[in-house]
């Protein structure tokens, strides 16, 4: 790890480097704890030494540690805000939304906080053991998920339809004097579990989306364009609530399947899903549907804007987790801080490469853009201390609605796109 000293100070002497005869070359200094090759190839960057880094591509553990003893110098940047995890732990995601629907109700009216019904119903256990009861018993016979709040890739997750199956997280004191001595109980959340999601092929999946925040004040969000379907690997049916390979789309739990096909895969490209729902459900439909996805990540970012602590230094990359049910309302599952970027195939690979590509575009290190876009590559501004509206003539529309700038699904010219946007680094020619 970076000294607490050094951490980022050094880097302004990487930013800029001579080559011999005096001639300048711009280069980034990328410390990074995995990914090193990727991210290393995404942008004109040089692998560096603990102490001397411009970009730091860290984990959460390394932020917690870090974070308050390190001095950066201006154009230092790092890939997570200080308290990112109100938003992508479980319980804290979940407490900020119901905050922000409170809000809502009061100063807006029902109407708008309905737009924030997105999310299951929820409670945190222990500490709302008993009024979690109430709401079990007035449903008998419905089926329940526990998650742990902060851990990741379906470890610890469980369904459950009797209250014994949770006694460990009861706080009513009936736990013995044994019992007390052991370590606390690992908070976890209690969700009602979704019993008709929406199946292609008979097996259910869900979303992974991802958004990029480069500022909190005033809120700056990019959607990404591309992303993925995760399916479980066995048809859907609520007669085996144990089974892990049928309610759980996690690709960590679905490759150990004895039937996984790792060169089939388990997984969609978005472009592919929002085609196969628009033959089936018509384009007005699915255009409602990407609109309500859309409003997810706007209404849960604003939820923890005042919450989160803005540093020019930082920016996130998110991965949401999205569930369709029946009738194609989508529910907010949760959302990641360090969504996995590991490859499961040659297309996936493709796709987290362009991701990375873009997002370090978009962070701009090498000072290549004006600050004035609305796309970058396959990214697409939707919020600017408001919502972004695509750059279409009222005319040409025929109507005086505003269209949103966001494009999840859709065809792209990533490529064409970004040679035009960008500009060539020093003594380089434009290709």
Known sequence: LPSQQTAGHKGACGSQKKKEGGE????????????????????????????????????????????????????????????????????????????????????????????????????????????FVEEFKRSPGSTWIMKPVARSQGKGIFLFRKLKDIIDWRKDGSRSEEQKDEAQVESY?????????????????????????????ALKAWLYRDGFARFSNTRFSLSSIDDQYVHLTNVAVQK?????????????????????????????????????IDNIFIRSLLSVQKTIINDKHCFELYGYDI???????????????????????????????????????????????????????????????????MDVGLEALGSSCLVANTHLGCVNDRQKQLQQLLKPFPGQKRT
């Open 323 to 389: 569930l369709l049910d029946q009738d194609l309302k989508p529910w907010l599952i949760e959302v990641n801080a360090s969504p996995s970027l590991t490859a499961s195939s040659q297309e996936d690979y493709d796709l987290k490469y362009r991701l990375l590509e873009d997002t370090l575009h978009i962070v701009d290190m090498e000072g290549r853009l004006t600050g004035k876009e609305k796309r970058v590559g396959v990214f697409d501004l939707m919020w600017n201390d408001g919502p972004v509206h």
């Open 189 to 217: 959340v209690a969700q009602r579990y979704i019993e008709n999601p929406y199946l292609i092929a008979g097996r259910k999946f869900d979303l992974r989306v991802y958004v990029l925040v480069t500022s909190y004040i």
């Open 24 to 131: 300048r070359v711009s280069a980034v200094l990328l410390r990074c704890v995995s990914l090193s090759f990727m991210l290393a190839s995404c942008i004109h960057v040089s692998l560096c030494s603990d102490g001397e880094w411009d970009l730091n591509w860290c984990d959460v553990g390394w932020l917690r540690e870090n974070f308050d003893h390190s001095y950066m110098e201006e154009h230092v940047r790092i890939c997570h805000f200080r308290n990112h995890y109100e938003l992508t732990r479980k319980n804290l995601m979940v407490k900020n939304l119901k905050r922000y629907r409170k809000t809502l109700e009061r100063e807006a009216g029902r109407l708008e906080a309905s737009k924030c019904d997105f999310f299951p119903c929820t409670f945190v256990l222990p500490s709302e053991y008993h009024i």
């Open 256 to 292: 150990t399947s004895p039937d996984y096909d790792p060169e089939k895969g388990c997984k969609w490209q978005m472009q592919q899903l929002r085609q196969y729902l628009t033959a089936k459900h018509g384009f007005e439909t699915v255009q409602t549907l990407f609109k309500e």
